[in-house]
């Protein structure tokens, strides 16, 4: 297996529209951003904090999801059964990349309000929260705001005012990813100074003070060949965020047709490429282990096998399988099974499930996989989990039983 071309891959993100948060990618916006119309917020300031107040861990339960708002006319948001999401992200807002404020269109206005109305009106609401950036969402513009006092702070102001206007709970940053260690040394700058200007807004203003996650990579830290060396700055990210979503999934697909792969493996005996190592190796970094929130695939990735008969977790592969470009969501992946008699298959040893037919081979999470991951992540002491993305179930086979299968 490559694994440093696999990195690449990873870090790029630029695959396309239903994949995983890491390759996820929304429609380009219009050239200038919004104009909220609420009231100003206070441009935090950049000196840094030495002894910031902790943040507590979350009151309650963490069960999400992030909800392509591309989908829109498919898959509303009147569609989602919100009796199995405590917390729903909107993917994705962008940034304007010259004034770093966020860009919202007017169509983005009209979902958003009908977003955030129906989670509210939910019995118990459901948290609204906005994701920024995405796989797709331009890193290289991340990059060049976060790198200065004054652009990390015309960002932070435009995040705030947006998520008044629109009446959501919450703020999540998606950059994939910070592409060295001074960049993320940027990054840190910018959780601090974001927590600042949202605990001071909150003290202003008398509302409920708003929460602050952060979509990251599977890992605490990157490792593989080819990787620039780089770790997440966690002590910052440990007193600032509400909590991390790891993004622990894509770990084998498209880039390497050589042999087939579990996407999204809780153990691989191989190589540290794994959910456990990952969601451990943010503990391990001092991220309490309350703020780690595990990332489950709604997709599977696919190949073609070289043999018929040789069909295992590595077995030999020529190339890609059914699907977009080798992927396909779960409920795809459900009817492939169905209207082809393909044998399915449990893997205990790396707690993941793989089913085959002739020569078309698909790794993917089922219940039964995203029971013994959730099992894991309790067992830990771990925040719970969030699905990458609603929409892409089986009639909430998946949703519902991860909801049953971590205990209250």
């Known amino acids: ?66 909800w392509p708002s591309w989908n829109n006319s498919t898959s509303p948001p009147s569609s989602i059964n919100l009796s199995y999401f405590t917390h729903i992200y909107y993917a994705f807002a962008e940034l304007d990349n010259t004034s770093f404020e966020l860009v919202i269109t007017p169509s983005d206005a009209d979902i958003l309000a009908d977003f955030t109305a129906t989670l509210h009106a939910h019995q118990p609401p459901v948290k609204a929260m906005l994701s920024i950036g995405g796989g797709g969402g331009g890193g290289d513009t991340f990059a060049s705001m976060a790198t200065n006092c004054s652009t990390r702070s015309a960002f932070i102001k435009s995040t705030i005012a947006v998520a008044r206007e629109y009446n959501l709970d919450g703020l999540d940053l998606d950059w994939e990813f910070p592409a060295n260690p001074e960049k993320m040394a940027s990054l840190g700058d910018l959780y601090m100074e974001w927590r600042d200007a949202i605990a001071r807004e909150a003290a ?138 393909a044998t399915q298959v449990n893997d205990e040893v790396t707690v993941s499930a793989y089913s085959y037919s002739g020569t078309s081979w698909i790794g993917y999470d089922d219940p039964w996989s995203v029971t013994g991951k959730i099992e894991f992540a309790e067992g830990h002491g771990l925040g719970r989990y969030f699905f990458w993305a609603i929409g892409y179930d089986k009639d909430w086979s998946i949703s519902s039983r991860a909801w049953v299968a971590w205990r209250s």
């Open 204 to 341: 202003e203003t008398g509302r409920p003070s708003l929460l602050l996650t952060s979509a990251v990579y599977f890992a605490s830290h990157f490792f593989l060949p080819g990787d620039t060396p780089r770790s997440y700055p966690a002590d910052k990210m440990a007193v600032s965020l509400d909590w991390i979503n790891a993004m622990c999934y894509d770990y084998h697909g498209s880039w390497d047709t050589s042999e087939t792969g579990a996407p999204a493996a809780l153990y691989d005996p191989k190589s540290n490429v794994s959910t456990s190592y990952g969601l451990t190796s943010w503990v391990e970094a001092g991220i309490p282990p309350k703020k780690v929130v595990m990332g489950l695939p709604l997709y599977g990735r696919t190949w073609k096998l070289k043999d018929p008969a040789d069909h295992g977790i590595g077995a030999p592969a020529v190339g890609l399988g059914p699907g977009d470009d080798g992927v396909l969501v779960y409920s795809a992946v459900v009817d492939f099974n169905s209207e082809n008699n």
């Open 1 to 66: 297996m490559a694994l440093g071309f696999i990195a690449f891959l990873i870090l790029t993100a630029s695959f396309f529209p239903f994949m995983s948060r890491a390759g996820a990618y929304s429609v380009a916006p219009a050239a200038s951003p919004s104009s909220p119309t609420g009231p100003l917020v206070p441009v935090p300031s950049c000196a840094r904090s030495p002894d910031p107040a902790p943040v507590p861990p979350p009151s309650s339960a963490v069960k999400a999801g992030y």
